[in-house]
């Protein structure tokens, strides 16, 4: 009876070819759930009594769901929370893996422990149970989980599952586990429970003996304790897996990035050749399509590096302060006859046997929404697998558009894939056909596997290309598979003619679907949203590197910013100006066009040398720094209308550097926000919010792609801060003309002065000494630039001392009595204002005519500040007008007073 219940059982047996369904075949959770919603299309008869509802009625049978489970005593399962156990069990990494001695020894202890032939670490997976260890089993490594004693196990209310004997059990007495092979009379398990909170799996033992009396409460203790030292062993593992993976992933990021730098040259260089117009007439339509595939090329390997970097870096995007997380993956675009040609220029290069064809029916629309770098990428693994593998024949991509109100024949039924059978939305269908050797079934359950270092992988189309394709399609949702060409054949017989005459019998069909999306008409797409910036109101939202794109040119060098002076005001101020080195910056400073600048931080020379020409091309002066200290005093010297500062430098880092200007900014520039964008390639996403937390305004990948540099250049903040620096410089320079002409004219009216009083007192050197001497100014300031002060002065006429430091300006201040004083109150050692007190304490006590006309420059107005010995404040930053008015009251006052002497 035993022997016809064996029989039985084999015959409703699952077929061996037959792959369970595993959490590895998803990559999200709303993909596992859509898959355990699926009803079995073949359950077996033992499976259908789980399926039998009050009433005798039959409901949906699902091959997760526990058959013939007992209500009294068990949970039901939901599929919520099963969906949740799975993806946790996804990220323990242990599924599928090889055996390893630390569980092998825990197996086999218990097995001596317990003097039992059958020890078990068994997961439960989504259709089957997987054994992670399996002492008495042999080579076995999975059952299907609708004969699964642990799936009974995961639902107790017990923490000991117990089934003394399984011919007295309902349950599991026409189980093929017990009327077959290992021919299962005793059972005994405790689940595996997370940290996480979920039941992944049992530890258990097995007798094909029954045990009547059970387990006592000592050996149920063992089993209890050898389940928990399973479950930290899994835990200890994961942790070991993680790391080893953030290592990887870490490596994979640094190698992409160092790819970067060289990358980066390639195209400055090849830009600089497609540009070259005498280059481009010389060469023949074959050399420029070889130079135009280059390009592409680089353009294809840049977008794969960004992707490894961004998903290293956790695909934070931090866009004007505040972080979000976005990934680099979203639906976008993409323009199919682009998507075909970029294919067709790249493969172009690529050695083939056998000619190659390209199909795309016209029911396919011109723009989809999706991401393009995946449908790229996963095309060409499968061409460079049918290239390979390919030596007779040929090699088609077809791409279509199945609709899911369309019908299937019955023999299309019978041999295409589920997903052409019957897509619960219109998918788009890539197909790439070959005509190589074909693949031998027992290879297709593990095709699509991360399986490279497999023997078979290099005859094979087997591989990390395919492994690949599978991990891209389902994060978007779709479908990937293979079958063998003659299937096809078979079914359509109308596509033989398609075939080139090849034997029906050769090659294979690659395919994927993905659900097809079309943008909405009139809608806006992100890059379109990214260019309106004409008017510099809206602010840009940060460039998205995986847009298609094209190349910027970067040939063409921009002559130099400070050209030859021409006739402008500043020239009859400046008649024998030479434009050299020495006057470069005060041509600028002075010129009726102010010059827009960007500092660049980035201890590569590369990098510097690639930004400075893309910024030189917008119009730009570019200063460089090498190092975070270097950095740092440029952000002193001058207001720019965009810094960018690398994270990681020799002397000082970028953080750093963004803390101390910030902090120093705050107390010396407050008028004005310097727009700052850190810039890295290994920061992750904590470090990205350090970077904004120490004074960053935004974060960008590095290196930046040359294609970006116009958005960032008419950003929102870039574009406020060149309207501010464009008013200051306006103003400083009307007031620092204005001056100037005044100067003519009251040095035409001390002509004509001189002139008076020597015909009515006669003529001496005396007072033409006293008449023509020029007002002194002195000015303290803690810059060994030339500021508006100081600049204004000069063009008042006045001679001109400055120093730096308290201590200089209070030994000048005794040695003499000034025109007029202008002291920065930020000085070293003490501030401006303690300078002055200690002045006028000598003053008192040493001189008896006083010291007029000193001005405190501070950051914020003091009322207070007259009663320190001032005789008034300037804001920071100064009101050139302001200081001219001054300048020429004092001017006045020294004229006037060598008259009285005279």
């Not at 020029?774 to 001109?800: H, P, Y």
Request: net charge negative; charged share 25%.
């Amino acid at each position: 009876m035993e022997g016809d219940a064996k029989m039985d059982e084999t015959k409703e047996a699952p077929p061996p070819s037959l792959r369970h369904r595993t959490v590895l075949d998803y990559d999200s959770a709303s993909a596992v759930s859509s898959a355990l919603m699926e009803p079995n299309s073949n359950p077996t008869p033992y499976q259908m009594s789980s399926c039998v509802i009050s009433g005798g009625s039959t409901s949906v049978c699902r091959d997760w769901q526990t058959p013939l489970l007992d209500p009294n005593t068990s949970e039901p399962e939901s599929l919520e929370r099963e969906v949740e156990r799975l993806m946790v069990l996804k990220e323990y990494f242990i599924l599928d893996s090889d055996r390893e001695e630390k569980f092998e020894r825990i197996t086999a202890l218990a097995s001596r422990i317990f003097d039992i032939p059958i020890c078990l670490v068994s997961l439960v997976d989504i259709g089957r149970q997987w054994f992670m260890s399996a002492q008495g089993l042999g080579d076995v490594r999975e059952t299907s989980r609708e004969v699964s004693f642990c799936s009974h196990a995961l639902l107790s209310e017990s923490d000991v599952f117990i089934v003394p004997e399984t011919f007295d059990d309902p349950r599991f007495v026409n189980n093929g586990l017990v009327t077959g092979p290992p021919f299962i009379r005793f059972y005994a398990g405790v689940p595996l429970n997370s940290p996480e909170g979920y039941k992944l799996g049992t530890f258990c033992i097995i007798d094909s003996k029954p045990r009547p009396n059970g387990l006592s409460l000592n050996e149920k203790q063992n089993l209890r304790e050898l389940a928990d030292m399973v479950m930290d062993t899994m835990v200890s593992r994961k942790k070991e897996m993680d790391q080893l993976r953030d290592e990887k992933t870490r490596l994979i990021a640094c190698a992409a990035h160092d790819l970067l730098t060289p990358l980066t040259g390639i195209q400055l260089n090849l830009g600089l050749l497609m540009e070259d117009k005498n280059l481009r007439d010389k060469l023949d339509p074959h050399q420029r399509e070889l130079m135009d595939t280059s390009v592409k090329c680089s353009e294809m390997i840049e977008r794969i590096c960004f992707q490894a970097i961004e998903t290293f870096r956790g695909e934070l995007v931090v866009r004007g302060g505040q972080s979000e997380s976005s990934t680099m993956s979203g639906e976008r675009p993409v323009k199919i006859d682009q998507l075909v040609e970029n294919l067709n220029k790249v493969v172009s290069a690529f050695p083939k046997k056998v000619p190659f064809y390209i199909e795309k029916e016209e029911n396919v629309p011109a723009t989809i929404l999706s991401d393009e770098l995946k449908l790229f990428r996963s095309i060409m693994n499968y061409l460079t697998n049918a290239f390979k593998h390919t030596d007779s024949g040929s090699i088609r991509l077809h791409i279509y558009v199945r609709k899911a109100s369309e019908s299937i024949t019955d023999m299309e039924l019978d041999r295409l894939p589920g997903t052409f059978v019957a897509p619960k939305c219109d998918v788009l269908v890539v197909e790439v056909h070959d005509t190589g050797p074909g693949i031998d079934l027992d290879k297709y359950s593990t095709l699509f596997t991360p399986n490279g270092s497999d023997e078979s992988a290099q005859s094979t189309h087997s591989g990390i290309g395919l492994y690949s394709v599978a991990t891209a399609i389902n994060s978007l949702g779709g479908e990937c598979g293979v079958f063998p060409r003659k299937d096809l054949t078979g079914a359509l017989p109308s596509l033989a003619s398609t075939l080139l005459n090849v034997p029906a019998a050769s090659g294979s069909v690659f395919w994927f679907s993905i659900p097809l999306k079309v943008p909405e008409c009139g809608s806006p797409s992100r890059l379109e949203k990214q260019q309106q910036t004409a008017d510099g109101t809206t602010a840009v939202e940060e460039p998205t590197r995986l847009v298609s794109r094209k190349r910027p040119s970067i040939a063409r060098s921009m002559t130099s910013q400070t050209e030859v002076m021409q006739d402008t005001p500043m020239k009859k101020h400046y008649p024998d100006a030479e434009v050299n080195d020495e006057v470069k910056e005060e041509i600028e400073e002075m010129s009726a066009q102010r010059v827009k600048r960007v500092l660049i931080v980035d201890d590569s020379l590369t990098i510097r040398k690639a930004l400075s020409k893309g910024f030189s091309r917008l119009g730009f002066a570019v200063d460089e720094a090498e190092n975070g200290m270097e950095g740092l005093k440029k952000l002193r010297k001058r207001e720019y209308n965009l810094v960018l500062l690398d994270f990681l430098m020799p002397v000082l880092d970028g953080v750093d550097v963004a803390k101390k200007f910030r902090s120093w900014e705050k107390e010396r520039r407050p008028w004005f926000h310097q727009y700052i964008i850190g810039m890295s390639a290994h920061a992750n996403g904590n470090e990205a919010e350090l970077g904004i937390k120490s004074g960053m305004d935004r974060f960008m990948g590095k290196p930046i792609p040359l294609k970006s540099l116009k958005d960032i250049a008419t950003c929102k903040p870039v574009l406020e801060a060149d309207a501010l620096l464009e008013a200051r410089h306006k103003q400083s320079l009307g007031a620092i003309l204005d001056a100037a002409d005044r100067m003519e004219k009251l040095n035409s009216d001390d002509e004509r002065s001189r002139s008076s009083v020597s015909s009515s007192q006669g003529h001496s050197s005396v007072s033409d000494s006293l008449l023509s001497a020029k007002a002194t100014c002195l000015i303290v300031e803690n810059t060994s630039d030339r500021s508006i002060v100081r600049q204004i002065a000069e063009k008042s006429g006045f001679k001109i001392v400055a120093v730096r430091g308290g201590d200089d300006a209070i030994r000048l201040l005794k040695m003499r009595n000034w025109g007029i004083v202008f002291i920065d109150n930020n000085l070293p050692l003490f501030s401006g204002s303690s300078c002055i007190v200690r002045f006028r304490d000598w003053e008192k006590r040493s001189r008896v005519v006083r010291q007029k006309n000193i001005f405190l420059l501070a950051d914020n107005h003091d009322p207070n500040a007259l009663q320190s010995g001032v005789d008034g404040t300037l804001g920071k930053p100064v009101d050139p007008m302001h200081v001219h008015r001054l300048l020429e009251k004092a001017s006045k006052e020294v004229f006037q007073c060598s008259r009285e002497i005279l």
